[in-house]
């Protein structure tokens, strides 16, 4: 399966902007096999997924075309060839939960599962600091003193560390359409609850107050929209009747982070794709690799019957089937 550049384009809307970079590509042997578009806030962003295995030019040629196509523009080109470099590389953005940026450190270590580079922690407030500076990984305080952040800031972090994957490891504020946009499938964040069930803040309060017996977790790609990103893998606890909040979070805390740091693995390995609000396992993806969802042996004590005997499951329920 021949692998795919990635460009994006953001700035300001403008007739022509879709057919100036699409014909470049054209003129250069170069084919679009996906494309997307959206505005947000006055923001234009486009994202595609070119093959370039078949280019009439050089790889830094068609940089510097794209780089001058943005400056006559007056927008951002990025391009992303899948062999830019070996080791990718991540930043990590928290608040005050340590859990899950602990898990991450340990698993970008030389032991771990992740194949990756942790190149900069990039916080709104400066609690897990100390936490951090022993490992040598940068620290970035970039809230004011009501833990506010300087988004254009963290742009140049990121820009400075050239970054691959944005993980927001319990990062209580929402990113902004510029930030969001230019990493389109490229945040993943962990959100305490089943998705889309309890989006939004204190989600683990939402579920008891729901009285909901099944708690759990989501790891999902971020868009503009809060909590509603394509969700990547989910992990699932109970909640007792008389379960109190902190036994609630020190249920699904641990969840949090291996499903956080499963979704990495897969977004590392190239194993999922989105498509309309949905990802899903590529062809070339073991799904025996990965867990995803339940473990096997919470699968194996789910019953298998009864079902209907004329069910038919190519087929979609309708309302009234509900």
């Known amino acids: 399966m021949t692998e795919l550049t990635e460009i994006t384009v953001i700035g300001g809307d403008k007739t022509g ?6 014909t470049l590509l054209f003129e250069r042997g ?7 578009q959206a ?39 990025q391009i992303r060839f899948p062999s830019d470099r070996d080791t990718q590389r991540i ?43 022993p ?8 809230g004011d003193g009501n833990g506010s952040p300087d988004e254009d800031r963290m742009l140049d972090i990121l820009a400075e560390h050239d970054v691959d994957l944005i993980v927001l490891a319990r990062y209580m504020r929402i990113l902004g359409p510029k930030i969001v946009f230019r990493y389109e499938d490229r945040i993943i964040n962990i959100h305490p609850s089943l998705l889309p069930s309890f989006p939004g803040a204190a989600a683990y309060r939402q579920a ?49 982070a291996e499903a956080l740091i499963e979704a990495v693995e897969l977004h590392l390995d190239d194993a999922v794709s989105v498509h309309r609000g949905r990802t899903s396992l590529r062809d070339t993806a073991d799904p025996d690799d990965y867990q995803l969802g339940l473990s096997e042996a919470a699968q194996e004590d789910n019953p298998t019957e009864p079902v209907d005997s004329n069910l038919d499951k190519s087929e979609t329920p309708s309302v009234a089937d509900d």
Do not use: W
Not at 211 to 224: E, K, P, S
Not at 225 to 250: H, S, V, Y
């Open 208 to 256: 008891k107050e729901e009285g909901v017996r099944v708690g759990g977790v989501t790891a999902h790609y971020v868009t503009t929209d809060l909590d509603q990103g394509p969700i990547i893998t989910q992990r699932a606890f109970n909640i007792p009747d008389d379960a109190l909040m902190d036994e609630i979070k020190a249920r699904g805390q641990p969840l949090e």
């Open 39 to 77: 505005v947000r806030d006055g923001l234009f962003r486009m994202s595609m997924r070119v093959d370039t295995a078949e280019m009439t030019c050089e790889r830094d040629e068609l940089r510097s075309a794209l780089v001058e196509l943005g400056r006559e523009l007056g927008v951002e080109i």
């Open 17 to 22: 902007l879709i057919a100036r970079v699409t």
């Open 91 to 133: 930043a990590v953005c928290v608040t005050k939960e340590s859990h899950c940026l602990e898990a991450l450190i340990e698993a970008a270590s030389d032991d771990g599962e992740l194949d990756v580079e942790i190149s900069a922690v990039i916080s709104n407030r400066g609690d897990l600091r100390d936490l951090v500076e």
């Open 30 to 36: 170069i084919n679009i096999e996906d494309l997307d």
């Open 135 to 142: 490992t040598d990984i940068p620290f970035y305080d970039i």
